[in-house]
């Protein structure tokens, strides 16, 4: 039996994922991508530290180059890191000092419940943008920034809808094309998510929304994920013609109006470029910081190792 309050290291093999994920439904930070579903889905590889009898969870993204392990950040995984009920300040260095122990390299995203005591040595805080939507649809849209109330009077006014339940495909392809020059995300990355919004929806826990002009093509689009009271905003499709006529805003209008009302977070997934920033904050988003653990501790002949 083990020793009560160790970390246990545990290979892919030996976790017991019904516990996982029993853990993450019941952790007070829990998120979609910590299921053991999504890490089968979109993780390279991963393994596990677990405190006790899964009290305390922490997956372990890892791949290997010039034969050296590494942690990393799965593509369409925003936030991993430490879940569970209660994590202390102790417990939470424990955890990063064993990952340190075992990965010399480690670029991960921690989640906004491991903020209370990420160690500044290591880590920066990044932003996450959060929407309540526990309000009647004219109090939330009150709170939309002039120039936001603007475009979406505008994209409706150029002749375009609302459509629901288009292909994720298609979703895939318009992202694929925006993404070209932002960032790299592999096929196979695009594949895995694709089999992970299929197995979300047979849950219900995967919808597809788009704007499309008066010829059905596809103007802004977006698949978004549905756990623990949040909705995610997972996948962005956006046009270039879209962008100019502000299909985009009327999408998040069109969801908020559904939602409205509705115990649940429109979780916007974050980010630190200020254009981006600005288009969450502008439907009434607040910011929310999370840790980014980096740590580099290889020796100086692979300082410059890169995933």
Same mark, same amino acid.
């Given at each position: 039996?083990?020793?009560?309050?160790?970390?246990?290291?545990?290979?892919?093999?030996?976790? +017991?994922?019904?516990?996982?994920? $029993?853990?993450?439904? +019941?952790? $007070?930070?829990?998120?979609?991508?910590?299921?053991?579903?999504?890490?089968?889905?979109?993780? !390279?590889?991963?393994?596990?530290?677990?405190?006790?009898?899964?009290?305390? %969870?922490?997956?372990?993204?890892?791949?290997?180059?010039?034969?050296?392990?590494?942690?990393?950040?799965?593509?369409?995984?925003?936030?991993?890191?430490?879940?569970?009920?209660?994590?202390?300040?102790?417990?939470?260095?424990?955890?990063?000092?064993?990952?340190?122990?075992?990965?010399?390299?480690?670029?991960?995203?921690?989640?906004?419940?491991?903020?209370?005591?990420?160690?500044?040595?290591?880590?920066?805080?990044?932003?996450?943008?959060?929407?309540?939507?526990?309000?009647?649809?004219?109090?939330?849209?009150?709170?939309?920034?002039?120039?936001?109330? !603007?475009?979406?009077?505008?994209?409706?006014?150029?002749?375009?809808? %609302?459509?629901?339940?288009?292909?994720?495909?298609?979703?895939?392809?318009?992202?694929?094309?925006?993404?070209?020059?932002?960032?790299? %995300?592999?096929?196979?990355?695009?594949?895995?998510?694709?089999?992970?919004?299929?197995?979300?929806?047979?849950?219900?826990?995967?919808?597809?929304?788009?704007?499309?002009?008066?010829?059905?093509?596809?103007?802004?689009?977006?698949?978004?994920?549905?756990?623990?009271? !949040?909705?995610?905003?997972?996948? %962005?499709?956006?046009?270039?013609?879209?962008?100019?006529?502000?299909? $985009?805003?009327?999408?998040? +209008?069109?969801?908020?109006?559904?939602?409205?009302?509705?115990?649940?977070?429109?979780?916007?997934?974050?980010?630190?470029? !200020?254009?981006?920033?600005?288009?969450?904050?502008?439907?009434?988003?607040?910011?929310?910081?999370?840790?980014?653990?980096?740590?580099?501790?290889?020796?100086?002949?692979?300082?410059?190792?890169?995933?």
């Amino acid at each position: 039996m083990a020793e009560q309050n160790q970390i246990q290291y545990l290979r892919h093999t030996q976790i +017991d994922k019904s516990k996982w994920d $029993s853990c993450i439904d +019941d952790s $007070s930070n829990g998120l979609i991508y910590a299921y053991s579903f999504y890490l089968d889905a979109m993780a !390279r590889h991963w393994d596990a530290f677990v405190l006790n009898d899964y009290e305390i %969870v922490m997956p372990l993204t890892w791949n290997r180059k010039l034969g050296v392990s590494y942690l990393y950040q799965p593509a369409f995984t925003a936030a991993l890191g430490l879940f569970g009920r209660k994590i202390t300040e102790e417990q939470l260095h424990n955890f990063i000092e064993e990952a340190v122990r075992h990965f010399r390299f480690i670029e991960i995203s921690l989640n906004e419940g491991n903020i209370l005591a990420a160690p500044h040595g290591f880590t920066q805080l990044r932003s996450n943008y959060l929407l309540k939507l526990n309000k009647p649809y004219p109090e939330l849209a009150a709170a939309y920034r002039e120039n936001h109330l !603007r475009n979406i009077k505008k994209a409706f006014v150029a002749g375009c809808s %609302v459509k629901k339940a288009i292909a994720v495909e298609d979703i895939i392809l318009i992202n694929r094309e925006q993404m070209r020059t932002a960032h790299r %995300v592999s096929d196979n990355d695009y594949e895995n998510f694709k089999k992970l919004f299929y197995l979300l929806k047979e849950k219900q826990q995967a919808e597809t929304y788009a704007i499309v002009d008066q010829k059905n093509n596809i103007m802004s689009s977006c698949a978004f994920f549905y756990s623990h009271n !949040r909705a995610y905003y997972i996948l %962005v499709g956006n046009t270039t013609e879209g962008k100019t006529i502000g299909a $985009s805003h009327a999408l998040i +209008d069109a969801f908020i109006k559904d939602n409205a009302g509705k115990d649940m977070i429109l979780d916007f997934e974050g980010s630190d470029i !200020r254009n981006l920033a600005f288009f969450y904050n502008g439907f009434g988003a607040k910011e929310e910081l999370y840790p980014f653990l980096k740590v580099n501790k290889l020796p100086f002949y692979l300082r410059l190792f890169k995933k």
